[in-house]
């Protein structure tokens, strides 16, 4: 089975400051990762995805995340944040193989908050 | 326009009046899922379908149904709800989920309260 652990529930930051929203995962079998964001009242829209190949990914909005393979780790950053980057992530897990491969199991979400 | 399509996208229900939320997508995938979103537990999933007549359960199918005659639809039926299914729900499709670069793409939810 996968898990997914986001270990912030809430993060607030001021504007123009570099953010990073934690996550973690399990998994017995290689996996894809990926960065999902929603607005408030707004469905999920992907922020950014690792399958393979290089360890640092870069996504919409000026995001990037970084795979750490010895840490089960996919921390989500951005160096500088706007108003407009307030809403709330959700990181996810997905097997490349077996049962899991059909599972797509997300984090309990990070609530990002940008003060002016 | 490529999406997926939720309806009703509000409902007020009452305990044991039998609902169905439909889902439809227009991008000819065959991976179809439903989620639901509560406060502080995030996103979790209730069915999936890898294609046509082919549905399994995700990590809290109780009290839901499906259905995938096609392969644009993929309905959720609450036979009796009950108020603890009062949650947003959310559907989502991938032209496959096996293997490899499939992103999903997510309906605008249905906001669902059962009195």
């Known amino acids: 089975a996968q898990s997914v652990t986001q270990l912030d529930s809430q993060v607030p930051v001021f504007e123009e400051a570099p953010v990073e929203l934690r996550c973690n995962y399990s998994?017995?079998?290689?996996?894809?990762l990926f960065w999902y964001v929603q607005y408030p009242n707004q469905g999920l829209q992907l922020l950014l995805k690792y399958l393979s190949g290089s360890t640092l990914v870069k996504g919409i909005n000026g995001f990037e995340a970084e795979f750490n393979k010895s840490q089960t780790s996919f921390h989500l950053r951005k160096p500088s944040v706007h108003i407009s980057d307030t809403a709330e992530y959700f990181c996810?897990?997905?097997?490349?193989?077996?049962?899991?491969?059909?599972?797509?199991?997300f984090g309990k979400g990070t609530k990002l908050s940008v003060i002016p | 326009e490529a999406q997926v399509t939720q309806n009703p996208r509000y409902l007020i229900t009452v305990t044991g009046k039998k609902l169905t939320v439909t889902c439809s997508q227009n991008m000819n995938h065959e991976y179809m899922s439903w989620y639901r979103q509560d406060p502080g537990l995030g996103l979790r999933q209730i069915y999936y379908?890898?294609?046509?007549?082919?549905?399994d359960k995700g990590d809290v199918p109780e009290g839901y149904k499906v259905s995938r005659k096609e392969k644009r639809n993929f309905p959720l039926i609450l036979e009796s709800p009950s108020p603890n299914q009062t949650s947003l729900y959310f559907c989502?499709?991938?032209?496959?989920?096996?293997?490899?670069?499939?992103?999903?793409?997510f309906g605008p939810g249905t906001r669902l309260t059962v009195l």
């Open positions: 998994s017995s079998v290689s996996v894809y």
């Open positions: 996810a897990v997905r097997s490349s193989s077996g049962a899991g491969s059909y599972q797509l199991t």
């Open positions: 379908s890898m294609n046509v007549e082919a549905t």
């Open positions: 989502a499709s991938s032209p496959r989920l096996a293997g490899g670069d499939n992103e999903q793409f």
